[in-house]
Structure formats: C-alpha cells, structure tokens
C-alpha cells in the first residue's frame, strides 16, 4: 500500500516572513502538473492511498519540487479536511481550502487557488482527491446513498422518497415537456461518451453502446435508464497550479488558468426556479468575460455528466448552443473526439469512471488534451479543422442536483 509522500515540509514557524510592501502585481498562473491514481476497480488501497498515489504521480509530471507547495486544497475525506489529507501527504501548508460543494468542488477550488496565487497568498497550490466508492460498497463498508441528508430545509423532500436520481430525472422530464427532448437524444449523449472511452486505456468500460441499448438497459428514475446514469469506481487524481515563476523549471507546457466562475443556485427542488436552467448559466457566462474568450472558441469541452441530461443542459447554459436546442445539439456525433465540439474525451463519467466527486478529473483530462498527450486515437486537435493541438478548453463541474456549478477556461498561450 503507498505510503505518504516522503518528508514532511517545513513547519510555518520557518516560513520566511511576509513583507509589508506594497501589493504585488498579479500574477499568471498555471497548471503544471497532473495525474490519476489508479482507477477503476481498486480494492486493495485505501482512500488516503489513492490521494499519495495521484500526488505523488503529479508532483512527479510537473518536474518541480515538493517544497515548492504551500497550498493544499481537499474535501470528502478526514474529520478535518483538508488538514487530515495534508498531514498523511507529510505537507504543512499555509494556504488551504476545503470548500465542498460536490462534484462542482475542485472547479471552484480551482479557482480559489488560481486567485490566492495570482494575489500572491500562495505559490503552488496542490488539489488532491481519492476515492474507494466501488469498493465500499462491494466490501459493505458502506451503502449508497439514496440522499444527502434529512437535516435542514431537506427535511421535506427526503420522506417522500425524492432522492438525487429523482430529481434530476423530474428536470430532464421538465426539459422534454418545455423543449421537445427526445430520449433518444439524451441517450446519443452516453452512445458518444462511450466511444470516447473506447480509446481511453484508463477507462472502466469500453465495449460500444447503442442509442437502443440505452433505452433498453434496465429503469432507475423515468426517464432514466442503466445507461443514461453515471458509473460507480474507484479512483483519485490530483492538480498541481503554480505561479508562473516556476513555470521555467517545470517539466511539461504550461496550461493556463485563462478564466474562472462559479455559482450556487439552490438545495430544495421548490426553491429551483427553472428545471431547465442550471448555474452553469452563472458560472460559465462569468469564466468566459474574465478570459475574454467566447464558446466559439473552446476546442473541447470537460463536462460533469452524472447523468446524460446534465451534459445536454450544461451545453446550453455555457453558450454552446442555445436554450432548448441541446438535444439537436448532441445528435449527430457533434460531442465525439472528431466532433463539432470534442465533449468528454476521455468517456466521462458515464463510461470511463466516477468514483464520487468526479469534477478535477475533468481538469486533469482538459490539460493533458492541450498538452497532446492523449495519446493515439484520443487527441483531439483545434476546432474547426486544420490540425494542430487544441489551445482553448473549458471544465465544467456541476454539484448536487444542479446545486453549484464550477467554470474553468484553460489555455495553451
């Protein structure tokens, strides 16, 4: 079993002094490393293992040195997260973030750490996650959960049974209704991400789908199929951002933080306005002005997708096309690697893997398809045609049931 990383930090008390000078200008800041775990079908490692693993593999990929963190940014694990985490990694740091509003979470603390480092409150800062949710259940340390919780304003949704699921099938019944969605569009949405994975290595399931095998697979919450659901694995990856004075001794082509947003919208369905509007609508209108770019210019797309309707309905609030039009959107292989719109590349959560909150793998994917390192049969090359690696991506987290949402623009220049 991996064990922390080697060597712990120096304590704060040896930190160098903070000057009282005058604010610095802000600073760029990039992705410099990346990494998985082991994914998939893990079960002999622990949830902490897998955070040491991902670390360790990312801190190796960027080529600098571990001292260079003092930023540490966790959440869903420990009793004191991200404390708990930093100490079994042997870091002390002195910029941390445990923000955690599901699979949203690591784009929002992406962009908490992009601000602190460019405000000059951090140098590095590593984002760490790892989870055994496959194997828990499989060993019965654990159930699956029907619900968040019963406490506070959900105390009156949760006795009648209206679990995540649920609520997420009532919106993307409300998007039919309202718009004319199709099952079968919202199915094409897995038959795509399943492609992707075909030629993903690390994927869990690889073997092609139908659009009939989707509706065909077995009922969970109308109009929700097997198949229109996330799968459930193992897994752990991790981010590392740095300043861009380290970006010299880095090993790899710097991806740039070019743009961040974020929003929260609701926790109880009766206090969601619009079925059909989620905060990415917020969040993505927001990362787009800050980066001074357009959907337009976006080469690929990383976008949660739990669930087939949430990748339909994130497209149209980032701007990818307009309200009501995602299901003829999603047709016609638009969201394949070779698509109009490259979307989940690497299969998503749909099909290569979703240990729990899957939302800094889609940062991990995003930066390894700038750098070109995809690999054979899985890069994706700059939009509109011509060839050449792709220069703009965009990460897209969505928490809860459309709770939160996180928007990350990411760039090669």
């Known amino acids: 079993m991996p064990g922390p990383l080697p060597g712990p930090l120096s304590g704060p008390l040896s930190a160098p002094p903070v000057s009282p000078s005058l604010p610095a200008p802000r600073r760029r800041v990039a992705v410099v490393g990346v990494a998985l775990s082991d994914c998939g079908r893990v079960d002999g490692p622990t949830p902490y293992a897998l955070h040491a693993q991902a670390a360790r593999r990312a801190l190796a990929d960027s080529g600098l040195d571990r001292s260079v963190i003092d930023g540490f940014a966790s959440a869903g694990l420990g009793v004191l997260a991200p404390v708990e985490v930093a100490e079994y990694l042997g870091l002390r740091p002195t910029w941390v973030d445990s923000t955690s509003v599901g699979g949203s979470t690591w784009e929002v603390m992406a962009a908490h750490a992009a601000d602190a480092i460019a405000a000059g409150h951090a140098n590095a800062v590593l984002l760490v996650y790892g989870s055994t949710a496959r194997a828990d259940i499989k060993a019965r340390r654990r159930t699956s959960n029907l619900s968040f919780g019963s406490r506070g304003p959900l105390q009156f949704e949760v006795p009648y049974g209206h679990t995540l699921v649920a609520k997420y099938a009532m919106a993307a019944r409300r998007h039919m209704h309202e718009y004319g969605t199709t099952l079968e569009q919202l199915a094409s949405v897995a038959v795509q991400a399943r492609a ?166 889609l940062l991990v994917e995003a930066v390894r398809q700038l750098r070109g390192e995809a690999g054979p049969g899985r890069q994706v090359t700059k939009r509109g045609g011509g060839g050449g690696l792709p220069e703009v991506a965009l990460a897209s987290g969505t928490g809860g049931w459309f709770c939160s949402s996180g928007t990350v623009l990411l760039g090669r220049g």
């Open 196 to 361: 992707n994975a075909a030629a993903n290595p690390d994927a869990m399931f690889r073997d092609p789908i139908t659009v009939e095998d989707v509706l065909t697979s077995d009922p969970i919450a109308d109009p929700f199929t097997k198949l229109h659901c996330c799968i459930r694995s193992d897994g752990g990856c991790a981010v590392l951002l740095a300043a861009e004075e380290y970006v010299p001794d880095s090993a790899k082509t710097p991806v740039w933080v070019l743009g961040t947003g974020t929003a929260v919208s609701h926790t109880t369905m009766s206090e969601w306005e619009d079925f059909t509007v989620s905060p990415a609508a917020v969040s993505g209108r927001r990362a787009f002005a800050r980066a001074g770019l357009t959907p337009a210019d976006v080469d690929l797309a990383e976008i949660y997708d739990a669930f087939t309707y949430m990748t339909l309905v994130t497209l149209e609030d980032l701007g990818f096309c307009a309200k009501g039009e995602g299901g003829a959107f999603v047709e016609k292989g638009r969201l394949l690697r070779d698509g109009e719109l490259p979307v989940n590349t690497d299969g998503g959560g749909l099909s290569a893997c979703h240990p729990g909150m899957r939302g800094l793998f």
